[in-house]
């Protein structure tokens, strides 16, 4: 080696010791200094940049040891200052409750001296002892945590070339309190370190994983409606955010700490606790930060656990979400999600959400398996946070589902042995009052603060022990406060009712109309605890139609104000003392006794032709042909005061023996009928004839039901031979 190139390499040597060299020097000169003399300065300066008042109120030292273990080589040969500053605090807003926003009682760091040549200011361990966090918005929007800083600061500060890199924070305790005036919100919340970091797969794995079972259950309808979907953009999203979720959950950091929290949201008392992980992790888009809560909100508790993706930019959340409470009505002050009155619930499904999409945030519960009292409920919905309102979408079946639990909807009570519905001691003060109509008012202030688009399958509908309905199918559509159900079908009886239900919310009071329509339901179905003598004649079906709207917060205010119109027909049926118990129907028991005695009666053809004005039921036919008397039932049903006013007359058939000659009459309530014998002449033979024949003159609606083409050629005749005994002869429809 030349001369030249031996003192070239000690220039450089010297060169790179120089550093060191001055470090060692500067730390000796400073490690006497008496840094407590630097704190006005160093207070004044970090005020001025946060626009807080904050200060160092105990000691303020810095010492000088040895650099991290990572360093190796010479680097670790530098000694790094190490600082530790006592009582630290900052100013609240002028407008806050306490005049404290953030204090520590100790905060110890050392810094590499090196990457400060390149405007780096490397941390890498940020020890906090006792951190203390008081946050607090008003309800006006401001928020303590929003700093005003100076424009200078911010000048400086968006022009500045120096970066921070902490590599690790601990803390000992911390404690925040958090108070929101817009949410409701009075929050105590402690975190404290576990000790020992808990690995991300020993907590998810002690989570149910059901959706794959889900998904394989679902009937064949709702899986047509999900490929029909018309949010594909939205929903590929999703997926590619839950497929992300999971290859990232493989790689997700370590439980660091764990937290409990107790206070109030949304003005209902709040309770829970949980783990999450470190604070670093937070900074890393590409480490999943995990996360893992159980919290109870009034009457409402919620578990989760996952991975919150890119959690510095709220990317996307990946989530086991479990959810139970009294009443999924007690969800829409916490989600914004309008859900009806329910039984208690409980729900297990996959929360997938993406925190960025364009139209707004997007929440997608997957796969959920559920119970609704002692309903089963599946399924997946989307909800869109999206201007002007947000917006759910999705697709619910039952394979086993209680009419009892969908009560509440309407506002009917439970039945004796039933968990009683939200709504039970109004339906009971209700019922005391004499009064059946479920007066329950729709909850329409909050169809206006959401959209929704959800298809609903019922594959078993228990009505009761005896009448299963089935194949219950509907399309519900709720946009700008109107709801619609359209198409509504179900099964019962071996028929079909089907029809469609609108209700205009967006007015007060609301708008509501009902088409509904019922055909082929089989007459031995109905009554299926019939003995077989008895259903042995019962051979026919029963068919109706109706059209009625009106205005009302609530059923019973609908009926009482509703317009329209009910036909339906019966053929080929047996009535009798028994079936009327059977039935549950009292009146019904009493009118038998008075008009056939203790005899099995059949029935040719049952027609009914009733008009309803401003709540107000009118017969304008209805009558019982059978084999010994022609009955006819003339008078009025008055849904807003739940009274009844009818005249049911018989007569006799020829020369047919038929005791009772006088009519009877049914009045009183909806719930206590009164029943008796009319007082006054008797009948003139033949007055029920006339009597039929006027009430028949308007009956096209019957006409048109006996015209419906039939398989049941006798049917159409029995009823037939009874209207054109009214009113001349019937043409029916030619068979195909």
Known sequence: MTRKKKIALHALALLLALPAVLAIVVGVVVSKLDMNRFKPRIDAEVSAALGRPFAIQGDLSVTWGRGAPADSGWRGLLPWPHVIAQDLTLGNAAWARTPIMASLKRVQFAISPLPLLVHRVVIRDLQLTDPSLDLQRLADGRANWDLTLPASAGAAGASSSWSVDIDKIGFDQGTVAFTDDTLKADVSLKINPLGKPIPFADIVGMQPDASQASVAAQPEAVAKSAQASDDLEADTALDQAEKAGKAYAQNASDYIFGWKAAGRYRGLPFKGEGKIGGMLALQNPKLPFPIQAKVEVGRTRASIVGTLIDPKNLGALNLRLSLSGASMADLFPLTGVALPDTPAYSTDGRLVANLRDKAGPVFSYRDFDGRVGQSDLHGTLRFTLRSPRPRLVGQVWSNQLRMVDLGPLIGIGAKDGDTPPPNAAAAAARAAAGKVLPAAAFRTDRWRDMDADVTFFGQRIQHSGRLPLSDLNTHVVLQDGKLTMDPLRFGIAGGTIAGAVRLDGSRTPMLGRLRVSAQALQLKQLFPDMHAPQAQGMLGQLRGNAILSGKGNSVAALLGDANGE??????????????????????????????????????????????????????????????????????????????????????????????????????????????????????????????????????AGLLALIATPSSDAHAQSACAKLLTEARGPVRLPAKK
């Open 566 to 699: 009910v036909h339906a027909l019966v053929n080929d049926g047996v009535v009798s003392r028994g079936l009327m118990e059977l039935a549950g129907l009292n009146v019904g028991n009493y009118l038998m006794a008075k008009l056939f005695g203790d005899d099995d009666v059949k029935i040719n053809c049952a027609a009914a032709d009733l008009g309803m004005n401003k709540g107000i039921m009118k017969t304008r036919a209805l009558m019982f042909d059978t084999e010994n008397a022609l009955v006819n039932v003339n008078g009025t049903a008055n849904f807003r005061d739940e009274t009844l006013n009818l005249t049911v007359s018989p007569e006799s058939k020829g020369f047919r023996i038929f005791s009772l000659r006088s009519p009877l009459y049914v009045r009183g309530t909806f719930a206590k009928p009164d029943t008796g014998v009319e007082v006054g002449p008797l009948l003139a033979r033949g007055a029920g004839l006339v009597a039929l024949s006027v009430a028949l003159t308007p009956a």
